[in-house]
């Protein structure tokens, strides 16, 4: 094969994003300090949330969220399956019972009525996932919430610039963003967990290093305060200021990046218009009906045979991704489940429908118009040659 190999996804780093770094490596502090600091206002500017605790990822964000709210044995939690799997892991490895819902079978989101048909007496949590960089409704969903007095925790790891009805998605809620590498924005690998909560962010910056009274850096000169005291066991889930720096450097250029991934959205919109009527089983996502601006983390299409698809693809030199496969039909939980004997509490036809079917085109800032174009003639060569 003559041309390049098109991966799935690409971070963009810029010159700018490298003399960030290197000035960092370079200063003699390169832990959790004042650029860490710096990331977690341009956070709080960003969406209009109290406080942003930065940690070195959103899983961590989680696991140290689901402590801080007693999730544990007895304990339910309302979440999607069509999820990543760190979700179920943590209130699996918890104690805690997730309790999946269904969700919209073209925008992959789930609703009010789906999590309030789940909620039990020992619902301690709810976890919708903001999709591919499209909002949820959040308003009947966080009235239902409020209704019942459970705990909403928004995973916004997609929604990095997402707005619903014009208000940035992570603002006057708990939300966890994702940093990770193919995230819109990246540290490499970090997360930061959004709140307006002044207890629970105090709360998480002691668990997130060691459980001390405060960081390890302290806010007017570089060392431990001599009087530091483990207030209640924690953990190391700290972001350094070498991973921050370069969030908080692609951070400045977000509409930018939201914008160029729009525009390439938009191009294979186009383009799948034609393809799918000669292939009507390939169906990208639907917008959500609600108004809502779009970060297109990514760009999901559903086809036929998907593991066979994906194969065949790579062998005309264009990567793919799946987001995600359903966690409840994963290998562990798959078998967890058959051991119960007991069906899930919850019909899941959307979701299983998808999971076999969803697939993640190539997205990311630095593709041209003709990268798409080849991406939809691959996809046009696949599907008429199987």
């Known amino acids: 094969m003559s041309e390049t190999f098109l991966p799935f996804c690409r971070p963009q780093i810029s010159p700018d994003d490298i003399a960030a770094v290197t000035a960092v490596l370079n200063s003699g502090w390169i ?11 341009a956070f709080c500017e960003l969406t209009g949330a109290r406080h942003a605790v930065a940690m070195s990822s959103a899983t961590a964000a989680l696991h140290l969220y689901l402590l801080a709210k007693g999730i544990g044995p007895g304990a339910e939690v309302i979440t999607p399956s069509l999820t990543w799997v760190s979700t179920v892991n943590l209130i699996t490895l918890l104690g805690a019972t997730p309790v999946y819902v269904d969700v919209d079978r073209d925008n992959l989101m789930t609703t009010a009525d789906a999590i309030e048909r789940a909620i039990t007496p020992r619902t301690k949590l709810i976890i919708p996932v903001h999709f591919a960089g499209a909002p949820l409704d959040l308003d009947p969903i966080r009235a239902l919430a409020a209704a019942h007095g459970i705990p909403l925790l928004e995973d916004t790891a997609h929604a990095l610039g997402t707005l619903y009805k014009g208000i940035p998605v992570g603002r006057g809620a ?55 005291e483990v ?21 400045a250029r977000l509409d930018r990046i939201n914008a160029r991934r729009a525009e390439l959205a938009a191009r294979y919109h186009e383009l ?13 996502l639907a917008a959500p009906a609600w108004p809502h601006k779009h970060s297109w983390h990514l760009f999901v299409v559903r086809v036929p045979e998907r593991d066979t698809f994906i194969e065949a693809m790579k062998a005309q030199g264009i990567g793919c991704g799946i987001h995600f496969r359903a966690v409840h039909q994963q290998k562990y939980y798959r078998e967890l489940h058959a051991k119960s004997g007991a069906p899930l509490p919850h019909a899941l036809p959307n979701t299983e429908w998808n999971s076999a079917r969803i697939c993640s085109l190539p997205l990311f800032p630095d593709m041209t118009a003709a990268d798409v174009e080849r991406v939809v003639q691959a996809m046009r060569t696949v599907l008429t040659t199987r």
Request: with cysteine.
């Open 174 to 228: 708990d939300s966890i963003f994702s940093l990770q590498a193919i995230k819109n924005v990246t540290a490499a690998e970090g997360g930061v967990l959004v709140t307006d909560d002044d207890e629970l962010a105090a709360k998480l910056r002691r668990l997130r290093f060691h459980g001390l009274g405060v960081d390890a850096y302290d806010r007017a000169t570089q060392g431990r305060n001599p009087q530091a």
């Open 231 to 251: 207030m209640e066991p924690g953990f190391k889930y700290n972001l350094p200021d070498m991973c921050s720096v370069l969030a908080t450097s692609q951070l």
């Open 272 to 284: 799948l218009r034609e393809l799918s009527q000669e292939q009507p089983q390939v169906q990208p």
């Open 31 to 41: 832990t959790t300090g004042a650029k860490t600091a710096a990331l977690e206002a």
